[in-house]
Every structure is written in C-alpha cells, then in structure tokens.
C-alpha cells in the first residue's frame, strides 16, 4: 500500500515536472522568436539608419560643393566679365553636384555670343510655361527650370535634367541653391549690362566733348580771323589823313568790330563753361596795376557819357597776389561795363579791399537798378532785365552768368543789392594766396625801352588780308619782314635765310605753325616763335607750348600787343642785317 502511494506521489511529480519544463520549454521558444524578431529589426533599423546617414552625408556633399562653387564664381565674376568661357565653366562644375544629365543656359540679353550654353549629354531641353514663382519642377520631378531675373522680368533660364528624379528630401536645397547660381549669373549679368552702358556713355560723352572743343576751336578760329583784318584795319587807319566824317565812320566800324568781339568772347566762353573746358591760368600779378589797367579802360568812356567814376583802395590790399589776372579783369569789365550801360546819370565807384585771404570788390553805381520780378534770374545765360524788341539796352545777356561762374570756379562768391530807379551794387569776394614779389622791373624797362626797327622778321601767314594787316603794323615800327604762305615754304626761306623772330600762325594748309615749329625745335632752332592764332582754348594754347613756340599773340591783336611781344623776345637777340 505504500509502495502504491510513493509511486503515485513520483508519476504526480513527474508530471509536475514535465508540465514545468513543458512550460520553460514553450517559454523558451516563445523567447527565441521574439530575440529572432527583435534582432531583425534590430538589423532593419541599422540598414535604413546607415542608409539615412549616407543619404545626408551626400545632401551634405551636395551643399558643400553647390556652395564652394558659388563661392568660387561669386568671387571670379565680381573680378571678370561674365564672358562665355567663365560661364561654360560654371556649368561644368555644376556637372559635378548631382547626378544631373545635362544643363542649359539660356539669355536674350545682349552678353554672351550665343543664346544658348550647354553642359552635359546632347538631349532635348523643353519650354516650360512661365511660372509665378522663379523656378518650376516638371511633373516626374526629372527636369528643373531656374529663371534669370531683373527685378521681376525674366531674361534668361537655366535648364537641369536630372538622371533620375533627386529625393523628395532634397527638392528644396536644390531649388534653394540653383536659385542663388541663377540669382548670382543674373547679378554679375547686370553688373556687365551696367558697365556697358556706363563705357558707351563715357565714349558717347568723350565723342561729345571732342565734337565740341573741335566745334569750339573751329568757330573760334573762323570769326577770328575775319575779325583779326577789320579790326586791324581800323586801327591802322586811325593814324592816317581822313576827313572828320571817315573819322565818324571808322569810329563806327571800330566799335562795331569791338562789340562782336566781346559777343564772340562771351559766347565762345559760356561754350567751353559749359563743355567743361574752361580752365584758369594761374600766375603772379599786381592788385593795384589791374586795378590802374580797369580806370584807365573806363575813365574816357564814362566822362564821355558825363558820368564821373571812382576808384578806392584800402591800403591793406597786399602787393602780390596769385591768380588769373587776365579773368578777374574779365569780371570786372563786365560789371562795371554793366554799371555804365545802366547808369544815365550820377556816379560809377570801385571800391577795392582785402579781408581774411580774399581780395573784395565793390562796384556801386546810381543807374536804373533791378526790378525785383528780374533778379533772381539775373545770372542765368541769355537773360536781360529787358528782353523785349523795345529794350533800351544791347547785349547777349551772357556778362553776368559768365561772371558768376568765373567767380565760383576760383571759389570765390557773388552777390548784389539793388533798388529800381536807384542803383545797384555788386559784390564780388575772390579767396586769393599771397605771392613773393620779384623785382623784374629793371629788365621790364629794358625791355620796353629798347628800339625793334633793326628786326627781320618771318611772319607766316596764309590769309592774304591777314598778311596785308600784319605788314602794315609791322611797317609802323620800321621792321624787315618776310612772308611765306605756309610753314612748307617756311622751311625753304629758313634755309638760306636768317630772322630775329619767327610770327607763326598756327592753321595753315600743307604744314600748319604746330608741325612747322617741331619740326625746327627738333633741327636745333633756337630763335624765338610766337603764335598767331585764333584758337583761344586751353587745347589750343597747350598744343602751341608743346610745340615749342615762345609766344601766343591771340587774334585779334593790336598793334601795341604785337609791340610788346617783339619787345619782350627781341631783347639781348644777336640781330641780322639783310
């Protein structure tokens, strides 16, 4: 009976024990699996992590190198044109990004040669219609189009066909970065378009300004020249027998040829102010001698209208100054001319003083004054206090607006008072240095002194009445001379020949004064040559200098001009019997 219970109590065991490892083993299994599943997606976790990690290290390539080449040509183009070499070579770069199959870049601006560059396989590169945005993807996401933009108009493309269609996840870097290439190709695009028409407006403008100094120097020379024969003329025959009526007469004819020479000088100078050739010479000269030279010019002339005129000067203007003398009595012969046109009755005064580095002018008078609807025109070109085919007063109207613009160019300003029926007066305020005096005045005198008659000149001239002028003033002082019609002949007369002083006019057919004078300068000539010409441009006077000539002689001259220049270069000459 026991033996029964202790072997049902072991078979119970048993199957407690089997049911148990039954159990583990299930367990175990049940384990297994769930180790296998876990260890799979374990391993598919680290292929699509690995799979990830390659795709964003060549997003990352990709940006880099997209970058390094924007960069690089970013730097080149702001260097160099947009020329078609540089930009093939950005699109082969460019080759290099992505798997991209071909590139196209199109343009209708006028830059490049071809409207077309293109990078890659030969293929078919379609129209895309115009989109809002400034780039568009086709519909397999195969083909790109950036556009080339000014503003918001659209002047070019670039076309990339890719191999297969780029990962959803890098769409926006690539239109992120093809869209700054396009934005960087349309920049330097511009740049070049701007430079263009900046070089052609710079060319069209040098064009201009040459058209006008050649305009400037060619009617200049043509009204001259005419003038140079009428107001010689009637200089010269001031000093011979005529009757009180032909006195009358070529007063007439005198002051006549003086007028159109003031009018010629006024207009040929508001051409260069405005051309921008008008330039100052700047040298040593004496306040007090200009001021002496404006009374002596306006003394007779405003007594003879029965006017009286003044001239004060404060003793603290210095003895020596720098600037251009020559302009400063332009401006004051223009505004005391002014006062005298303007001025039937009273007074003329000009007062002259110096304060704080600038040399002042007053000059007042008691004529009709301004009205007040006229001033603030006063110093525009062409303007008059009366313009009207009834006015009381002749004039072009350019005095006062070349004064003004002689005053600013020497820095200086300008400025009046003035009341209808009283009198006006103007102000003029010119900033000056200070210049050493030189005692020059015993050779002055020397030079002034000292007889020309025993001279033998050589004028060359082509102009038959010019000739005629010129050897008629030259007669007045007793001078051999000799003429020759062009610097050709010149020559020939120079070789058997020997002169003092050569007169050279500067425009002549077959070989002109410029060439005629190298020429000689370069053969060892060393006598003095002074210019006739009636070219007054700073072109003109720069090109006689470099010529080699000594000395210009502006036409019209007078015959005390022509003395003075023979004076001045013939002293301590060696001079030459016929």
């Not at 009526?245 to 051409?271: P, T, W």
């Not at 003083?353 to 600038?358: A, H, L, P, R, V």
Request: hydrophobic share 40%.
């Amino acid at each position: 009976m026991d033996s029964e219970k202790t072997i049902e109590l072991l078979k119970k065991k048993i199957q407690r024990e089997t049911k148990i490892r039954k159990a583990a083993e299930s367990l175990l299994e049940e384990k297994s699996t769930e180790l296998y599943f876990a260890k799979l997606l374990v391993e598919d976790s680290l292929v699509v992590a690995k799979k990830q990690a390659e795709q964003d290290e060549q997003l990352l390539i990709f940006i880099n190198k997209l970058e390094s080449t924007l960069s690089h040509y970013n730097s080149q183009l702001l260097q160099v044109p947009p020329s078609e070499q540089v930009i093939q070579q950005l699109l082969e770069d460019l080759m290099d990004t992505a798997s991209i199959k071909a590139i196209r870049l199109s343009s209708s601006l006028d830059i490049l040669e071809n409207e077309h560059l293109q990078s890659g396989e030969a293929t078919t590169f379609d129209e895309f219609p115009t989109p809002k945005n400034n780039f568009q993807w086709n519909q397999d996401k195969t083909e790109l189009v950036v556009y080339l933009q000014f503003g918001p108009k659209k002047v070019g493309r670039l076309h990339f066909i890719f191999r297969t269609s780029p990962q959803e996840s890098w769409h926006r870097v690539i239109e992120k970065q093809y869209c700054l290439i396009a934005d960087m190709i349309s920049a330097s695009f511009q740049r070049q378009l701007l430079l263009n028409k900046t070089i052609k407006e710079k060319i069209r403008a040098e064009h201009s300004e040459k058209s006008t100094r050649d305009f400037v120097a060619m009617i200049n020379h043509e009204l001259r020249t005419p003038l140079n024969g009428l107001l010689g003329a009637a200089e010269l025959m001031e000093d011979t027998s005529i009757t009180s009526y032909q006195k009358k007469l070529l007063m007439s004819v005198h002051q006549a040829g003086e007028m159109l020479r003031v009018i010629i000088n006024d207009l040929l100078d508001i051409s260069k102010m405005n051309a921008g050739m008008l330039e100052l010479k700047l040298a040593t000269f004496s306040p007090q001698t200009l001021i002496d030279t404006i009374e002596q010019i306006f003394t007779e002339k405003i007594k003879a209208k029965g006017l009286t005129f003044s001239c004060e000067n404060d003793q603290s203007i210095p003895t020596t100054l720098l600037g251009d003398a020559d302009r400063i009595k332009q401006i004051l012969i223009n505004l005391i001319g002014n006062s005298v046109k303007f001025t039937n009755q009273g007074s003329i005064h000009l007062h002259t003083s110096w304060q704080d580095t600038s040399l002042i002018f007053i000059i007042s008078d008691t004529g009709c004054g301004i009205p007040q609807n006229k001033q603030a025109s006063l110093f525009e070109p062409f303007t008059q206090v009366d313009n009207s085919s009834q006015r009381k007063f002749e004039g072009t109207g350019l005095g006062l607006s070349i004064c003004k613009q002689l005053i600013e160019l020497m820095n200086g300003e300008v400025s009046f008072v003035s009341t209808l029926d009283k009198g006006t007066e103007f102000t003029v305020k010119l900033p000056l240095e200070l210049a050493v005096e030189k005692n020059q005045s015993v050779i002055e005198v020397n030079r002034n002194t000292h007889s020309i008659n025993h001279l033998r000149i050589l004028a060359v001239e082509d102009i038959k009445t010019n000739q005629v002028i010129l050897g008629m003033m030259l007669d007045k002082f007793s001078i051999n001379y000799q003429f020759a019609d062009n610097g050709e002949l010149a020559l020939e007369v120079l070789k058997n020949n020997e002169f003092d002083i050569i007169l050279m006019d500067c425009r002549m057919p077959i070989l002109d004064g410029f060439q005629t004078t190298k020429y000689l300068r370069k053969q060892g000539y060393t006598k003095p040559i002074i210019a006739l010409t009636a070219g007054t441009t700073s072109t003109e006077v720069a090109e006689c200098v470099e010529s080699g000539m000594n000395d210009i002689l502006h036409k019209p001259y007078k015959l005390k001009e022509l003395e003075a220049a023979l004076k001045k270069w013939s002293y301590g000459l060696q001079h030459y019997d016929i």
